[in-house]
């Protein structure tokens, strides 16, 4: 990964000449011995267990920083709570059950343009129109360094289910918490998105939630 584009123009009514480049920093040489086995393990195991070939794209990031570009959208507010720019990765495996209301939960690895990688731990609560129990795999793409990834978000999702054995696929808007607005409300802030491929049980043939989570990081590298 090369380059990775935000295009959120047709959002609304915006000048295409405005994008903005978020980069990563300068790309100068770094020595991990430590991110360069977990790498080699990765590629060396990914013939045998292609699902290893996602893990190794996410220490790609943090070990070859794409360039990011955003084309934001002046009524879709965005931010960074950790201060870095960037985009951070993450690849996890999710478990999921409700009826009505349910809990959710998901754990893998993740890689920034920061150059940092580690391992996260993601635990909430969805409410909608759900039914049923899913376990499958999640990628996530947030805006921002590993401290915008970590921390509490509310997330818009929708997902598809297909006949037994079931499989679903789906999507969701992820926001955080921004500040109070004047009226006494929360205002949300766009932080990125994700996409999820499951296997489970279903009584409906789809989906749609909002769910708030929290998620801890452990960086294993870190500049």
């Known amino acids: 990964m090369k380059e990775f584009t ?36 990765l590629g060396f195991g990914k013939p045998f267990n292609p699902g290893l070939g996602g893990a190794q794209e996410v220490v790609g990031v943090s070990k070859s920083p794409p360039t990011v570009i955003v084309r934001p959208s002046p009524t879709v ?8 720019t ?26 920034s343009t920061t150059r940092e990688f580690g391992v996260f731990g993601t635990g909430g609560f969805v409410v909608g129109v759900v039914s ?4 499958g795999n999640e990628l996530t793409f947030i805006f921002g360094g590993p401290g915008d990834f970590s921390g509490v978000f509310v997330a818009i999702a929708a997902s598809i289910s297909f006949p037994i054995p079931v499989f679903s696929g789906g999507a969701s808007l992820i926001f955080s918490p921004g500040p109070m607005t ?24 789809f989906s749609a939630t909002i769910e708030w989570t929290n998620t801890a990081i452990k960086p294993l590298i870190k500049l």
């Open 77 to 84: 507010p965005m931010f960074s709570r950790g201060g870095k």
């Open 132 to 135: 049923g129990g899913a376990l």
């Open 182 to 205: 004047p009226g006494g409300f929360v205002s949300l802030v766009f932080m990125g998105f994700s996409f999820r491929a499951s296997v489970g049980f279903s009584a409906l043939p």
């Open 6 to 41: 935000l295009d959120l123009q047709r959002m609304t009514v915006v000048d295409p000449n405005k994008g903005i480049p978020v980069l990563p920093g300068p790309r100068r040489a770094v020595s991990s011995t430590d991110r360069d086995l977990i790498d080699g393990a």
């Open 86 to 111: 960037g985009l951070t990765v993450a690849l996890g495996v999710t478990l999921s059950a409700g009826l009505v209301g349910g809990v959710s939960l998901a754990a893998g690895v993740y890689g």
